[in-house]
């Protein structure tokens, strides 16, 4: 399984069934290319999101918070989005995104990724604002 570091704000936000929530029927240690990923809970208008970056090429995906239960699927759906918004060819990103059928979660020990995924909320909270700002509606799931 592929790690995810998360932040004590996110795994609070998960509750006890976090393991349950990120985890997978099997444990196959499919090396990811993408590799590790560290998670962060982000607060807007009384709305949580969950922040996912990739540790090794800082590939931003994110998300609402709510349902919990599925986030793991939508965030291979939303990362199967993206590696195809880059033009990773479809066979590729499809064999890529399924190697995230679950993750290991660890404690982000990493400041620097913390401070980055600090300054990445801040920035998502000024585009969410601008969006408000001009009275337009912004799909998360579809941007």
């Known amino acids: ?16 069934n976090a393991d349950k929530i990120f985890s997978s029927a099997s444990d196959k240690k499919d090396a990811s290319v993408l590799g590790e990923w560290s998670a962060n809970l982000v607060k807007y ?29 939508r965030f291979q ?27 290991s979660l660890e404690k982000n020990t990493d400041k620097s990724m913390t401070s980055y995924m600090n300054q990445l909320s801040f920035d998502y909270q000024v585009m969410l604002d601008m969006q408000l700002q001009r009275k337009e509606f912004l799909d998360i799931e579809k941007a």
């Open 1 to 16: 399984m592929i790690v995810l570091k998360y932040t004590k704000k996110l795994i609070k936000a998960l509750g006890k």
């Open 77 to 103: 759906q939303a990362l199967l989005k993206e590696l195809l918004r880059l033009d990773i060819p479809s066979d590729r990103a499809t064999e890529e995104t399924l190697k995230f059928s679950g993750f």
């Open 45 to 73: 208008a009384g709305i949580r999101f969950i922040l996912f970056v990739n540790d090794k090429t800082l590939l931003t995906i994110f998300l609402v918070f709510k349902p919990k239960e599925n986030i793991l699927e």
